[in-house]
């Protein structure tokens, strides 16, 4: 089975640029996560798609960073403009959601954002 | 979601068994315990996840105590490779927020 697909797996960027992510779930799995893990913590909850609808995003900073799923399959995340603070790793990850899954989630190999 | 205390820091020997602890002193009823493991520059992998009874598998074994309020996981004989960064995670199946604390980084020692 193919696992999550993440592109690119770094990148370097000035502050105030523009930067975007793709997320590539495994098939079939209907919930699609984005972390962000700043170096030395954990993983922290961007954004949760169920399909194409979003579940929470309450820790995601709307004025700098958007992210969609269309068609309820692949996903992008984007940061316009970059901060400093922003640099960290980019992680995705989805999971089968439904009446009786358990909520394994399976985890791409992230991004590495480096702003400058 | 209730919150989970770990560690900062574990060293094991090579081939002896890890025990890793979690305290999850608020965890409620309907929430599962799951533990994830990171090794260095790799996305987080599943271990293992229970309710109640003390579950095993092919990786490692999670004992729950009586009142649920704390776990450890255990694996059996540490090799090299172990050497991850390991989480434990407590939220209600197919609801509630994935919340990683910055969970304890095990070293196992040749």
């Known amino acids: 089975e193919a696992g999550v697909a993440q592109s690119p797996r770094y990148k370097i960027i000035e502050k105030r640029q523009s930067v975007a992510f793709w997320c590539n779930p495994i098939?079939?799995?209907?919930?699609l996560y984005w972390y962000q893990q700043i170096l030395g913590q954990g993983p922290k909850l961007l954004i949760q798609?169920?399909?194409?609808?979003?579940?929470?995003d309450s820790q995601l900073p709307k004025d700098r960073f958007s992210a969609e799923r269309l068609k309820g399959v692949d996903s992008t995340l984007k940061i316009q403009p970059a901060k400093l603070e922003d640099s960290a790793v980019y992680l995705c990850a989805s999971s089968l959601v439904g009446t009786g899954y358990w909520n394994e989630q399976f985890f791409g190999p992230g991004t590495r954002l480096t702003v400058l | 979601d209730a919150k989970t205390t770990q560690p900062t820091s574990m060293d094991c020997a090579e081939g002896r068994a890890a025990n890793l602890p979690c305290n999850h002193s608020?965890?409620?009823?309907?929430?599962?315990v799951y533990w994830y493991r990171q090794i260095h520059s790799q996305g987080p992998q599943y271990i293992i996840h229970g309710l109640k009874n003390n579950e095993t598998n092919e990786m490692a074994s999670l004992i729950i105590t009586e009142d649920r309020k704390s776990s450890t996981l255990i694996l059996p004989h540490a090799t090299l490779r172990d050497t991850a960064v390991y989480y434990c995670i407590v939220f209600h199946t197919n609801a509630g927020k994935s919340t990683f604390g910055d969970g304890t980084t095990l070293t196992v020692k040749p």
């Open positions: 798609f169920q399909n194409n609808g979003v579940v929470d």
């Open positions: 098939s079939g799995h209907a919930t």
């Open positions: 608020t965890i409620s009823g309907n929430e599962y």
